[in-house]
């Protein structure tokens, strides 16, 4: 007793030393765990690969850039990628704010609690289970298209789905149907920042915009959305993060084309090249900081 | 509810001609000060530079052009109301809400800007409805009060003929401070048992003994408590099984403030007595 009460006297008197103590395992896991093999990532990336003997030669190098940057295939793999991602997250964002405007300003505690359940629920559910589900869902005579053809909407289907690039044989064998998924998966990514935004935005201000005179749709453009910007740049980099980095489900539904997850899957993988896979995966960190560097440009967090 | 002779009930707040400064200001912090008076021109559709004019045009007349760029969060508590109320009147509405404007200043910057909130609206002719619980901002203010009670209007009057002719208890309660005289006591000095009000300062107190002017009613009490306020006194007097309250100015009663318990006379006229309505 008396040694642990002489260490904290100890420790009290020296508040910067208990600070340090306190913080040291947080910042080693973050330090060696995260940044540390992010780091030897990024160096993986300016290694290249002996092309007779399959090894890694540990010299720094551009050669392994220049080979994803060289091949048309691999441009065409990173800008499916970004297209889908950006499609991904421009649809959970129009899907995402009315259900958080609604969960934030108008639900009683009762109805927003069961939103929260009803959006954070399908998230409690393996991932690969739900992948698949919807594969059979999409399927040519699944689900989807059963439904589709009791809307009487079959002939809309079928147009969509004859259109070039985002079409194919069945919704999912689709980019359609990926991108339906994809949507279906990050939507709770893109509701939950938004709803803890909308929270913020104090009702009084859209009340006196609405004293000002200005119509709803002016409130909401105005008011609600400048001031839910911070929210939808935070769900934006979820949404467009994990379309980014995804490998599964390009491989389970969609058309045959690659992502950019899947060469990194592959690469590291089955074709051994590590260099290359590394060189892949700093595409999206590039990307995400270049989207992150517009949206504060733009002042999507001028309202923090 | 009609709003000079036109029925307002089921127009949207867009399409009222009535504007409102919040209790809480409500402020868009995303945008500077300008932007926030220039709101209502802006969703009319004014332009750039006209929005820009009228905008400073307002801040001009509440002090505030200076501050025109910055943003609501570096503004004291009363630039802050400035603000509000600049954005509230660059509408030019026909009638101005202001909804406890004043609740959140201490009591100085209160005073202020209650002399320059009348003087503004004298200025521009805009009728103010003002929403206070502070009787003394309304007495100083208004041209006319209303006192709501439980929702319902209990009586309408200038600040005068409120604070003098009360009609119900509660009217005589909640402005200013009254003495409500009921029952057994009201027909011991009045003949009737109509209850009345009377204010403290209308008491006259003197030594039991002295002889009470003609004219005026007067009771024996026994003082309790004295309350000193500064220029007065609120002395505490036990007339039955009532306790009456006057307000007797200090400077001229100073020396000869009476010990506890002291047997006083409690003397007023008859036109001071307010009748009340039963409620």
Known sequence: MAVLRSAAAFLYGRRGFY????LLPP????????LGSLFALLVQSFYAIDEFTARIVPVLTLATYRQLFSHPANLDI???TVAMAVAVTAAAAVIAFPV??????????RMKAFFYVGVMLPMWTSYLVKVYAWRLVLAKQGIASWFVDLLGLTPALEGALAAPVIGGPS???????MFIVFTYMWLPFMILPLVAALERVPGSLVQASADLGARPGQTFRHVVLPLALPGLAAGSIFTFSLTLGDYIIPSVVGAPGYFIGMMVYQQQGTAGNLPLAAAFSVVPIILIAVYLALARRMGAFDAL | MTLLGEDVTAVPPFRRNVNTVFQDYALFPHMSVAENVAYGPMVRGAGRDERRRLALEVLELVQLAPLADRAPS??????KQRVALARALVNRPKVLLLDEPLGALDLRL???MQIELKAIQQRLGITFVYVTHDQGEALSMADRVAVFRDGRIEQVDTPRGLYVRPRTAFVARFVGSANVVEGELARQLTGSTQAFAIRPEMIEV???GEATPAGMLSCAGTLEEVHYHGATSRWHLRVGDAVLTAVRPEGTTATAAPAHGARLVLAFTRESLVPLEDR
């Open chain 1, 19 to 22: 600070l340090a103590l306190l």
């Open chain 1, 27 to 34: 910042l080693l896991w973050l330090g060696i765990i995260y």
């Open chain 1, 78 to 80: 990173i800008l499916r």
């Open chain 1, 100 to 109: 958080a405007n609604y969960m934030a300003r108008y639900a009683s505690p």
């Open chain 1, 171 to 177: 919704l999912a064998s689709s980019y359609i149907g």
């Open chain 2, 74 to 79: 570096q503004l004291s508590g009363g630039q």
């Open chain 2, 110 to 112: 209160r005073e202020e």
């Open chain 2, 206 to 208: 003197k030594p039991a």
